[in-house]
């Protein structure tokens, strides 16, 4: 039961990635693919109404992970308290940037939230890189089953460590790179012209840095966390999840290369999906590894919620999962295709 709710937590957390990544990528790109006011309307359009939605993955995540991990989320949220509320008023201001940012037809006003709209999809794809890094990492739980954690303290990644440290900046780096990639890459499905060729030549020099750096963070994890590795390999899950990732590399490979725009983004969701399940499998069961002392990581199964809660759950929530599914299905059908700037209704600029 514990693995099944494990899994679950995991999906969902995936689910998000992928499809608010590609939101999240295009809006760090929104002053590079984007030069003119029309040209970043267009980005706009491209995201359409779903980036709200997408939220409600994350959404789902939480609530999946009060219901069956409540110890875990406690200590985590406690402990992550300062890089929770940058989380939260990095998403007010992504979204207020949005709805605000055409109330006045006035050329400085539509910059500052051009420009509020770019750094805060940034500033998203750090933290959540961030706090990647620190999951892989860990944090400084002690005998109590608790954490307080500052910014950063010297750098370090054994003992009381922070926040940033060397190895987490690196993932942060990592990660905001591929979503951005990930961002051009939707953004080469969805736009024509001038964005269209801008995020093609941006997809491809992004994809090819964001290789290199996972050489690095690759290399990195192995002197941080070495288990990581010894787990994957014992794994034929994280065996599997290696494989989606090197047949999404294939996919992106031979669809920039070419006007395989589909296959290309494709490629792209599979090489998200493939490193998050392949990190997953290999960290279970252990949820926050201590860094003080493995006696004192938090594990899956010392986390978890009662059996009975665990089953009783199980009734309800294949149910918001099929409403949650027929909803987004309604919307992809709804806005797939090319964006056309001039028959878009959103309200921006």
Known sequence: MVELWFGLLCFLLTVFVVLDGWN????????????????????????????????????????????????????????????LWLVLWSFILRGVSIEVGGHIHDRLWQSWWDFVFAVSNVLLAVLFGAALGNV??????????????????????????GILDWYTVSVA?????LLSAHGATYLRLKTIGRVHQRSERLARWLWATAL????????????????????????????????LAVAGVWALVTGLRGTAESRTFAGSCAVIVGLLAGAAVSVFPVMLHSTLGTEHSMTAYNGAAPAHGLAVALIWWPVALVLALAYFTVIMRNYRGKVRPAEDTQGFY
């Open 173 to 177: 780096v990592f990660t905001t790179v």
């Open 136 to 161: 892989i990492r860990g944090v400084p739980i002690d005998e109590s089953s608790k954490f307080s954690i500052s910014l950063f303290t010297d750098f370090g990644v054994r003992g009381r460590v």
């Open 24 to 83: 999240i990528g295009a809006g760090a790109l929104h002053l590079i693919a984007g030069k003119t006011a029309s040209e970043r309307r267009e980005i706009i359009a491209a995201i359409g109404p779903s980036w709200s939605w997408h939220e409600v993955w994350l959404v789902a995540f939480g609530g999946t992970f009060l219901l069956a991990f409540p110890k875990v989320m406690a200590t985590s949220f406690a402990g992550f308290y300062l890089a």
């Open 212 to 243: 290199v750096l996972f050489a690095v963070i690759s290399l990195e994890t192995w002197v941080v966390r070495p288990a990581l590795y010894e787990a994957m390999i014992e794994r034929p899950l994280a065996w599997l999840a290696i494989a």
